[in-house]
């Protein structure tokens, strides 16, 4: 079935240094999207990025996250993780079927220290 | 702006209790969700529903019932709530499943 699947329960790292938390999938649909949630504490889930085509890189608020069909993967990267950064990131899989569902993952946490 | 509500925002039961959840989004989007978030598991699709009228079992729906009486209002029922349901619950609203979810503020639940 259709499934995600983020490594890192936690990440931790220090302001100023790059960040990556991993997202991998499986689906056996040819047609997707991509996202990454991301919620901070107290509030509701928002989005972060959205992405369907294949190698093109996306990018908001200073993150960004490319697409790679070829290995099944969705990373999202920052080049200099600030303060304000730290919450809980989703990953999310949907696909061109009858059901109209996304699939999480199970959340990476991060946490910027100074 | 999307705008998805939930009410109540926080709410007390009892275990054998009724609760009702209510979720009301003013966008006119076809798709709403029920998810609830525990640490460690992320967030689980509960229910879901593609308009007025119908309802989706997700992935969790033991314990839960849904309606979805209108195109803005969707509800979560806990007809027998237990201690386990002890969660906050999200409601999200889209258009498609290739569009981006919107979520309601979220509320916390827990039965006594």
């Known amino acids: 079935g259709d499934s995600v699947t983020q490594t890192e329960g936690l990440v931790t790292v220090t302001e100023g240094l790059p960040v990556k938390l991993n997202c991998t999938y499986q689906?056996?649909?040819?047609?997707?999207?991509f996202f990454w949630y991301v919620q901070y504490l107290n509030e509701a889930p928002q989005v972060l990025l959205k992405?369907?085509?294949?190698?093109k890189r996306t990018e908001h608020q200073g993150f960004h996250a490319t697409l790679h069909k070829s290995s099944s993967s969705f990373h999202l990267q920052k080049s200099s993780a600030q303060l304000s950064d730290s919450a809980l990131y989703y990953c999310?899989?949907?696909?061109?079927?009858?059901?109209?569902?996304?699939?999480f993952g199970d959340g990476t946490q991060l946490v910027v220290k100074p | 702006e999307a705008a998805v509500t939930q009410s109540p925002r926080n709410k007390v039961a009892v275990t054998g209790g009724k609760v009702t959840l209510s979720c009301n989004q003013t966008?006119?989007?076809?798709?709403m969700y029920w998810y609830r978030q525990d640490t460690g598991h992320g967030l689980r699709l509960i229910h879901y529903?593609?308009?007025?009228?119908?309802?989706e079992k997700g992935d969790i729906p033991d314990g839960y019932k849904a309606s979805r009486p209108s195109q803005e209002n969707f509800s979560l029922i806990l007809e027998l709530a237990t201690p386990s349901q002890t969660s906050v619950y999200f409601c999200?609203?889209?258009?498609?499943?290739?569009?981006?979810?919107?979520f309601g503020p979220g509320t916390r639940l827990l039965v006594l």
């Open positions: 529903s593609y308009g007025a009228g119908s309802t």
């Open positions: 966008n006119n989007h076809n798709n």
């Open positions: 999200a609203s889209g258009v498609g499943n290739q569009d981006t979810q919107y």
């Open positions: 689906t056996t649909y040819l047609t997707i999207a």
């Open positions: 992405s369907s085509t294949d190698n």
């Open positions: 999310a899989l949907s696909v061109r079927n009858s059901n109209n569902r996304i699939f």
